[in-house]
């Protein structure tokens, strides 16, 4: 039975290094925009000449 | 599907979606209806840029008002207030954009460097309407910047007062989300820790007990000290002060519950209270958190100081030079340009000056001004250029001088919350029936003495009384926020609730600023409508727009020989008839007194037809919202204007004598100090600078504006202009949430009671303790937040 300190020991660890992170996470400003960045991942890298041709379509 | 959308193109801005009024401007099959709109998309078209239509239909902004002068941008002192970081090779700076609305902005606005090299990133704050920019310095600078956003219709609103917030009150947020995270991260810690033994430990296991109390007081270290760490400090200073505040037992029951804890887990005679210690200090922290949220990014504290340019254009012999608003001295000749705003009490020189006053004076109508004449600073010039000197400098101007009013040095007394005023008695109970249960046990059983006092101490901490508040007008605020009422705080709730008088301005308050009503005296026939219609189209004139609204016929002829004097009149030869429109001077008539306000006259082929007058439009709902609130509080007027529309309001108010026109900013802020005086509870609603006084005076200052973004004057609420029939609704929605708080007292109050009666017997039990305190909160959370839901359906506001 000794080993459970060692498994409550390994548990409590790895809570801290997530709790660390959350730290990390906070300092680095993570969360002072939550909706913008969730904007932006959909935007397409490269100009897209194709979908304006069918926007032209589209109004002409 | 298809053929919709040909044929609202045809008739809408491809740019903005505004209505194609007048002359289309076409470019690639697209039509436009200025030629701002149009620039824009070819400046996007040929940058390969065009992705901005296809991630929204109508994404841009109707680019009718004219551009700023970006000039100031080359002093230096202006640019080292502005910009976030500097050295030799990079520039960052933080610019507020209002047009910011959806996410082809985002799209465009970081991919700047497309349209100028020189800069290297821009990220958009989409919530803030902020958007960040790094360039270099050797290839552009923030004049050039701000000329480059302005080009593409997203001009950066430049202010030297709080517009950018510099991350100082994300500081505060942060810490507090970090001591959540701790309180919360030992309460799971200590929780499962503490399990084993609620559920009884064999005789094999009794060896762990000690292991785990100790892990559990170590953990419980950090929440004492560090999260809690606020509650011990504002407790003592209250105490200080002799004042009780809901702090006090709060941080009584932590430091009790910490020492028991302690002692036991020592002297290994009981586990401990460390897992409902952790709850409590998690719970509360998190009901902290929800009552210092923001939901907008809205400044609540501006001054003059955000309205005026941040620098203005400087004459001295012929050469034009802009310099820092702080920097004016008396005698500085000074250039303000069409649609600038004055900063300084100043004589006029040369040019012709047509000054808006609504926003500083509540005057609704232009005023011109004559050479020699001095013009008070906040004005706006309407049209042309005009040349001043000045009297006296910026803060010491007419206006500026409402600011050394003691009202703004003194800080606004705190709003006395339901909490506050609960919290002293529950603290003085508490404290009886704890000595009560102690002296009790004394005489009978001294050695339960000391478990039954700190038992109370411990079972009646308020922690649900603690969070019925915050968890009740936060939703309130949310609720209000989806219908376009911004609090500052949530203290303004209970204050709304306690309002007994009301205090309205006129001009752009109760009126709208966006719509004037106009009205045509005389006999006039269909045709010769649309010619005045399609004479006026030409005319960028704010009463020429008007009319064409107003008369609302689509465009059929087009204008020879037309012109236009400034301030006067439009002229034009439509459909071979000539067609005048302005003032009387303007036509040559005999000056006609008008009651009314302005009037434009017409005359078609020299013969008078007749005037529109133009009439001050109520907000929309405004009768009815007076009859509503007439019946249950004291409605007064405060105005700035003349009292022409007087007879017209009366029915509205109770009587004549609580109708106040030509009133100054410091007539404003008097009458309210009168009616407090008289024990009142005041309301001002207010939008303009010259409010700000009375705003600032009053119990609850509302300012009204049809823009959240744009300048409203400091206040406790800000209400868009959309909403305003809304207002009794809110005021009943607030007196509703103050019933909630009371009620979820009550129910806390019986969690207390049940849980007292083992603790002044001495069998409270940490199982006990740590069952009831977290159902008693998530009661309360459950309750508080449902119930002002179902208020908020029943006041229609959800």
Redesign the interface.
Known sequence: ?NM??LL?GCS?LL??MF?LA??WM??SGQ??????PA??I???DE??ER??QI??E??? | MLKENVISSEKHCFHCGDDIIAQQYIQNNKRFCCSGCKTIYEILTAHNLSNYYVYNKIPGKTQSKATSNFDYLEVPQVVSKLVDFEDEIKTIVTLYIPAIHCSSCIWLLEHLHLLQSGILQSRVDFLKKQVSITFKNDETNLKQLAQLLSSIGYEPLISLQDIVKKGQSSKTERSLITKIAVAGFCFGNVMLLSFPDYFGLGDFEREFKNFFGWLNLAFSLPVVLYSGREYFISAWTNLKAKRLNLDFPLALGILVMFLRSAYEIISQTGAGFVDTLCGLVFFLLVGKWMQERTFHHISFERDYRSYFPVAVTTINEGVERPIPLSDLKTGDRILIRSQEILPADAILLNGEAEIDFSFVTGESIPVKKTLGEIIYAGGRQLSGSIEMEVLKPVSQSYLTQLWNNSAFIESKKRIKTFSDTASRYFSIVLLVIALGAGIFWISTDPSKALASFTAVLIIACPCALALSSPFTLAAVLSVFDKNRFYLKNTAVVEELARINTYVFDKTGTITNPNAAGLQFNGTIIDAQMQLISDLARNSGHLLSRELTKFINKPAIYSVQEYTEKIGRGISGKVNGNDVKLGSSTFLNLPLKSSSEGSAVHVMINNVYVGFFTIRQQWRNGFKELMFKLNTQADLHLLSGDHNHEKKQLIPFFQDSSKLHFEQSPQDKLDYIQQLQKEGKKVLMFGDGLNDSGALKQSDLGVAITDNINNFSPGCDAILDGLSFHKIPQFIQQAKDAVKVIRMSFVISLMYNTAGLYFAVQGLLSPLMAAILMPLSTITIILFTSLAVRLFAHKNKLL
């Open positions: 039975m459970i300190y409550i409590i809570a801290l709790l959350f730290f906070i300092k969360n002072d925009d939550t909706f913008t904007v932006r959909l935007f397409d100009v897209a979908e304006i926007s032209d589209d109004h002409a």
